[in-house]
């Protein structure tokens, strides 16, 4: 008793417009998307090369996390940097308090009077 056997498979075809002379054509899905993966040349039934130029969207989401992640990094350098400088700040205007000169590490009665005859340039800056 012989059998027979059937195999069906259902192909999605998806279309595209021919950048050259506008002929609408359709292509597998998988084509598609291997083509648009890759980069490489494929043709239009009137033989006209295609090519899909620019980022993938996975190489644009790829670029978009790293540009936040950098981000977020330098955001985090900021906030460090910004803290060492209240910290060195705080301890300048201590040691300026105690009449101590930030410039040269001396202490004065007078402290405002040294700096501007000892440093005039920083007294103006």
Do not use: W
Request: aromatic content about 6%; glycine content about 4%; overall charge positive.
């Amino acid at each position: 008793m012989a059998r027979d056997h059937t195999i069906t498979e259902q192909t999605v075809l998806v279309t595209e417009e021919c950048c050259s002379c506008g002929v609408t054509f359709a292509m597998p899905e998988r084509f598609k998307s291997d083509r648009l993966a890759d980069k490489r040349r494929f043709y239009c039934p009137n033989g006209h090369g295609q090519a899909y130029v620019g980022k993938t969207d996975a190489e644009l989401r790829k670029e978009a996390e790293q540009a936040r992640a950098s981000a977020e990094e330098n955001a985090r350098i900021a906030r460090i940097e910004a803290n060492e400088a209240k910290k060195e700040l705080r301890r300048l205007k201590q040691r300026a308090k105690a009449g101590a000169c930030p410039y040269c590490n001396r202490s004065f009665v007078q402290l405002t009077r040294h700096i501007h005859t000892k440093h005039p340039e920083e007294a103006h800056s």
